[in-house]
């Protein structure tokens, strides 16, 4: 069984996968400052949970934006299970081409995240993950990655919109029931959620307007799944995304 963890700003997800299918996941919030002890604790208790001990672990590999909780979990990894994990990142191949100004600079998440896609889905295709940041990457017929967008997460608009002024409130991210909101809170929730639907939409309309040929939207994260049954400018929504290019990734340099 493979371990395949991502660590987010925010999240850190965790899939226990089998045959390239994820069996079971978890979500934990990221802490910088958990100890490899402290992590070793949680995964044990997650392979309790989904069925698992530890001696069914074959091998893990990590994608990281956050180098500070990376080193922890992978040496909790070391102690706990004997592995020393892949890090999806230079060095390691995954089948891509990287065609952006400075291809070190494209983070691993979104790198799993474009080979989940071209290995499922084929290319080209358009890849939208709905993170801390919202990325836009988009792969060609070949699967090179040629251009990638970044821009503010929704639950991160919601966060600034709140320490940034004196009387809004903190207010949950979910989809609005209707744009006619006759309260503070509904009407940052419609506010937020319709705003960034809107700028959504125009980014992939731009993406097929400067792109000559057709491509499939895929999408993924976080809040992927409300928009994406709000548009019909995105094809696929995978919430298991990441963990299949990871696994693609770990069984291409497992083979040497």
């Given at each position: 069984?493979l371990?395949?963890?991502?660590?987010?700003?925010?999240?850190?997800?965790?899939?226990?996968?089998?045959?390239?299918?994820?069996?079971?996941?978890?979500?934990?919030?990221?802490?910088?400052?958990?100890?490899?002890?402290?992590?070793?604790?949680?995964?044990?208790?997650?392979l309790?949970?989904?069925?698992?001990?530890?001696?069914?672990?074959?091998?893990?590999?990590?994608?990281?934006?956050?180098?500070?909780?990376?080193?922890?979990?992978k040496?909790?990894?070391?102690?706990?299970?004997?592995?020393?994990?892949?890090?999806?990142?230079?060095?390691?191949?995954?089948g891509?081409?990287?065609?952006?100004?400075?291809?070190?600079?494209?983070?691993?998440?979104?790198l799993?995240?474009?080979?989940?896609a071209?290995?499922?889905?084929g290319?080209?295709?358009?890849?939208?993950?709905?993170?801390?940041?919202?990325?836009?990457?988009?792969?060609?017929?070949?699967?090179?990655?040629?251009?990638?967008?970044?821009?503010?997460?929704?639950?991160?608009?919601?966060?600034?919109?709140?320490?940034?002024?004196?009387q809004?409130?903190?207010?949950?991210?979910?989809?609005?029931?209707?744009?006619?909101?006759?309260?503070?809170?509904?009407?940052?929730?419609?506010g937020?959620?319709?705003?960034?639907?809107?700028?959504l939409?125009?980014?992939?309309?731009?993406?097929?307007?400067?792109?000559s040929?057709?491509?499939?939207?895929?999408?993924?994260?976080?809040?992927?799944?409300?928009?994406?049954?709000?548009?019909?400018?995105?094809?696929?929504?995978?919430?298991?995304?990441?963990?299949?290019g990871?696994a693609?990734?770990?069984?291409?340099?497992?083979?040497?």
């Amino acid at each position: 069984m493979l371990v395949a963890v991502d660590i987010g700003n925010t999240n850190i997800e965790v899939g226990f996968m089998e045959g390239g299918q994820v069996r079971d996941s978890y979500r934990l919030i990221t802490h910088t400052d958990h100890t490899a002890d402290e992590f070793g604790l949680m995964l044990t208790q997650y392979l309790a949970m989904a069925g698992y001990r530890p001696e069914d672990v074959d091998d893990a590999v990590i994608s990281s934006v956050a180098p500070d909780v990376m080193h922890p979990l992978k040496a909790c990894l070391t102690k706990f299970f004997g592995i020393e994990p892949l890090v999806v990142g230079p060095g390691v191949r995954t089948g891509m081409n990287i065609r952006l100004d400075d291809p070190r600079s494209l983070g691993a998440d979104c790198l799993a995240d474009c080979v989940g896609a071209y290995r499922v889905y084929g290319g080209p295709v358009l890849v939208v993950d709905f993170g801390t940041a919202t990325t836009f990457n988009y792969v060609d017929a070949k699967g090179t990655i040629r251009s990638g967008l970044i821009t503010v997460g929704i639950r991160s608009g919601a966060r600034a919109l709140f320490e940034k002024t004196a009387q809004l409130p903190q207010v949950e991210i979910t989809r609005p029931d209707t744009i006619l909101a006759t309260g503070t809170r509904t009407a940052m929730q419609a506010g937020l959620y319709y705003n960034f639907l809107g700028g959504l939409e125009r980014i992939i309309t731009q993406f097929k307007t400067e792109i000559s040929q057709d491509f499939q939207v895929v999408a993924t994260g976080g809040m992927g799944r409300s928009f994406s049954q709000d548009t019909d400018l995105i094809d696929v929504y995978d919430p298991e995304l990441i963990f299949k290019g990871m696994a693609y990734i770990h069984d291409l340099n497992a083979d040497g």
